[in-house]
């Protein structure tokens, strides 16, 4: 099947892009540590901040790592020819955690590979733009690893909601992203009123 291994082959090429570099304005790779989502809870808990934090830590997002863990996951990856357990196989690892394509000197003191799709697995390694004064300025923020999510949002669901998902069963973007949408409420004021 050597158009599968190619398919998967250069979506874990995209995939390290995406999740384990940055690419930062001046035009050079770098690889940042990731600082895990407690970090992230500091400052996105509250109501006036939108509790991110507490949007995603009850998603199934949260539980993407715990799913590989499970009897049916071992069965799919023994079956796809991975190995005996998921939740070591790139293969799985690719679109259900992050961390797992660094060495692990790159983990923060609160970084959990556990915490499965997680707030870096999306906006990218924070181990340099979480400092107050770096996030209030997305083009600074954006130079130290933030990465830009603002455009093309579905395109970016697509890179692990697609058909190399074994389980793979159809993507609706919009009942998908009212699911997980975590808003700053003082920056869409507009929106939240004329919903009302
Ligand atoms: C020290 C507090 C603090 C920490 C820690 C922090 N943030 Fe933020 N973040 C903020 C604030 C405040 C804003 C709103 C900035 C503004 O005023 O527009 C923000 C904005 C953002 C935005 C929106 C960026 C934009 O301008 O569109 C994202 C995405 C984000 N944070 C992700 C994260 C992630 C992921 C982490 C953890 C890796 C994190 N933040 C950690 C304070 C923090
Ligand atoms: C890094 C890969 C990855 C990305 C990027 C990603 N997802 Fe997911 N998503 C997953 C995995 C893996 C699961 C299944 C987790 C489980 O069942 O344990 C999932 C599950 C979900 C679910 C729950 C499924 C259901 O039927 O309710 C929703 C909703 C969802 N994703 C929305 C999104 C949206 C919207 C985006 C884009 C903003 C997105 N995802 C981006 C990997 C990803
Ligand atoms: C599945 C991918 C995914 C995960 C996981 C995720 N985010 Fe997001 N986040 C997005 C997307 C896509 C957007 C919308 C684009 C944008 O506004 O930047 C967004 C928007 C945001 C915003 C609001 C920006 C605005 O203008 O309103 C903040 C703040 C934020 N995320 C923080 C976090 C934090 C903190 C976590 C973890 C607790 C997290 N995100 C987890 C994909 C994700
Ligand atoms: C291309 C990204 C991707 C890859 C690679 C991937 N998954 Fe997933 N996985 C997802 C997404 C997205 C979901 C949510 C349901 C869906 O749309 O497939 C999911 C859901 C699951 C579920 C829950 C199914 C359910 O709904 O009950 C299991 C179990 C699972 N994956 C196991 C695996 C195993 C084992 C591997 C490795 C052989 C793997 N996944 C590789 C993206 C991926």
Not at 110 to 128: L, P, R, S
Request: net charge negative; proline share 3%.
């Amino acid at each position: 099947m050597p158009g599968k291994t190619f398919t998967l082959l250069s979506l874990f090429v995209s995939l390290l892009f995406l999740i384990g570099f940055s690419f930062s304005s001046s035009g050079d790779y770098t690889v940042r540590k990731y600082v895990g989502t407690k970090k992230c809870r500091k400052c996105h808990k509250s109501e006036k901040q939108g509790k991110q934090y507490q949007i995603w830590a009850e998603s199934i997002h949260a539980q993407a790592y715990e799913t590989l863990q499970t009897e049916e996951a071992d069965q799919i990856c023994k079956e796809m020819g991975y190995g005996e357990k998921a939740v070591e196989a790139k293969e799985c690892l690719q679109c259900h955690a992050s961390g797992w394509e660094v060495d692990e000197e790159m983990w923060g003191p609160k970084f959990k590979i556990e915490d499965g799709v997680q707030c870096e697995t999306c906006h990218g390694a924070g181990g340099d733009y979480t400092k107050l004064k770096i996030m209030k300025k997305f083009e600074v923020a954006k130079a130290k690893g933030l990465i830009d999510l603002r455009d093309n949002v579905e395109e970016f669901c697509r890179n692990c909601h697609n058909p190399d998902s074994p389980t793979f069963a159809g993507f609706n973007f919009e009942e998908m992203w009212a699911k997980i949408e975590h808003p700053l409420p003082f920056r869409h004021k507009k929106t939240k009123t004329e919903e009302q």
